[in-house]
């Protein structure tokens, strides 16, 4: 049986713009004996290049094959629902993917309003967008990654601009991105792997860990990230195995054979 990793980015192979020791080790490893592995992230602001570009100035050489991201997810989700237009408050990755499965963006009278991560949508905006809610379009949000909740980090993230949203509107998000199954499958799917030949590896309980158990996927816990060890206890659910960082991941894991 083949195996493969979705590998999370933000907190596993990287932190900010600092490269995690032995990340690119790992990887080299796992393009060494191919391995398949694609990079799962609920950023749906980057495009794949943009991506890419970031792990090359890192010192980690992937193509664009290598990125799946919530916007592609999101993309997916709604070309497969048989969309036709949406109202997107969002940046680059996630016109891209919208426009690649087919869905235009409008000004009025869509029929769902699509959120992901920017930092260019004003409050005019975000009016606009409760207006058409109320008015019947489906709410969707690319992901509800948590505010780090410290001075300086992007405490306006998405989670903080869904519940505005929602309060406004009284209607709660659709969630593609981490841990939802819409991406969860999809990132599966696009890996050509089946349920049993899936590992997640990633640093956030609440995305990459909860979405890996619900979908019976392996999972493994980096604690390079947000994750600490003290706090695992007050989950009703476990990874696999728990390691400080990727560094410490061993292929073949002991689960393949
Ligand atoms: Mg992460």
């Given amino acids: 049986m083949k195996h493969g990793l979705l590998i999370d980015m933000d907190g596993v192979i990287y932190s900010g713009e600092t490269l995690i020791e032995g990340a690119d080790k790992f990887i080299g490893n796992l393009l060494k004996n191919d391995i ?7 950023n749906s602001q980057r495009t794949r290049l943009d991506a890419v570009r970031k792990l090359k100035l890192l010192g980690i050489e992937v193509t664009e094959n290598h990125i799946y991201t919530s916007a592609m997810a999101t993309g997916k989700f709604l070309g497969d629902q048989g969309a036709h237009t949406a109202y997107v408050l969002g940046e680059g990755g996630l016109l891209t993917s919208l426009h690649e499965n087919g869905i235009s ?7 769902f309003v699509v959120l992901g991560e920017g930092r260019n949508f004003t409050l005019e905006m975000v009016q606009r967008a409760v207006d058409m809610i109320l008015a019947g ?19 306006l993230g998405i989670a903080a601009t869904t519940a505005m ?14 841990p939802s199954p819409v991406m969860m499958r999809s990132a599966r799917k696009y ?57 410490q991941i061993e292929t073949p894991l002991k689960w393949w054979s």
């Fill in 165 to 178: 949203i929602e309060e406004a509107t009284g209607r709660k998000a659709f969630v593609t991105g981490k």
């Fill in 137 to 155: 379009a489906k709410f969707i949000t690319t992901n509800r990654d948590p505010s780090p909740k410290k001075p300086g980090w992007n405490n």
């Fill in 36 to 42: 398949p592995f694609t990079f799962m992230t609920n």
């Fill in 191 to 247: 890996l050509g792997l089946e349920t049993a030949e899936t590992t997640v590896v990633g640093d956030t309980m609440e995305t990459d860990i909860q979405g890996g158990v619900q979908m019976g996927y392996k999972t493994i816990l980096v604690l390079s990230g947000i994750a600490k060890k003290e706090d695992l206890s007050q989950y009703a659910f476990k990874p696999d195995l728990i390691v400080s960082s990727v560094d």
């Fill in 105 to 111: 963006l409008v000004n009025s009278d869509p029929e």
